[in-house]
């Protein structure tokens, strides 16, 4: 069965610093990548998705993930961090074909002003 | 452009009573439907999916169960709610090989 890790549950930055939150998944297979956002009091909302092409993909707000499929890794990254990023991150993985998606636990992100 | 409406938004029910959750989609057809829940520190657990009209695919057995009985209605249901049963419910969609796309979610909350 897949299976989704987050390595980091908590991750608490300053206002300007760099983020990466770790995403490792278990397929070997062709998969679709996604990473989702919840801030406090909303719904989730798609951050940014891979399919194929280009490893590198951009999403809203600045963010983007690389697809390292060697590594089995879709990290999230943002060069600089604002308190409005403060939310919860979901990555996501499903098997090309499938229907069902398997998220990580997700990480908390707090910013501090 | 595509909906998801899901209610109510939050919902206070007393231990043994039955539960009714409804998720409708809007502006497509024949969507995958889903329903997860989700806990703190625990991501989100899939609970059902279903891929067409009466077609319902279990993840987790437990004290739910789900019903489509149109292509766009996807319903949670409970005989008898039990306290473990508290939680944030989400119900989603998704078409081909699209996102997910999620509703506002349930809180619900069993005494």
């Known amino acids: 069965a897949q299976s989704v890790s987050q390595h980091n549950h908590h991750v608490i930055l300053s206002e300007a610093a760099s983020l990466e939150l770790g995403c490792n998944y278990s397929?070997?297979?062709?998969?679709?990548l996604f990473w989702y956002v919840q801030y406090p009091g909303q719904h989730l909302q798609l951050l940014l998705k891979?399919?194929?092409?280009?490893?590198l993909v951009k999403g809203i707000k600045g963010f983007e993930a690389e697809f390292i499929k060697s590594k089995f890794s879709f990290n999230l990254r943002k060069p600089s961090v604002q308190w409005s990023d403060t939310a919860e991150y979901f990555c996501a993985v499903v098997e090309s074909g499938y229907s069902t998606l398997t998220f990580g636990k997700g990480t908390m992100l707090l910013v501090s002003p | 452009s595509q909906t998801i409406h899901q209610w109510p938004a939050t919902l206070v029910q007393p231990v043994g009573s039955p539960l009714s959750l409804e998720c409708t989609v809007e502006?497509?057809?024949?969507?995958?439907l889903y329903w997860y829940r989700q806990a703190a520190g625990r991501g989100l657990q899939l609970l059902f999916y279903s891929v067409g009209i009466g077609q319902i695919s279990s993840e987790v057995p437990q004290n739910l169960s789900a019903s489509r009985p149109q292509d766009r209605q996807f319903i949670l249901s409970s005989k008898k709610l039990l306290l473990s049963d508290s939680g944030f419910y989400l119900c989603?969609?998704?078409?081909?090989?699209?996102?997910?796309?999620f509703g506002n979610g349930t809180r619900l909350t069993v005494t």
């Open positions: 891979y399919f194929s092409g280009d490893p």
């Open positions: 989603a969609w998704r078409q081909g090989a699209s996102p997910l796309h």
């Open positions: 502006g497509t057809s024949n969507p995958n």
């Open positions: 397929y070997g297979g062709t998969v679709n």
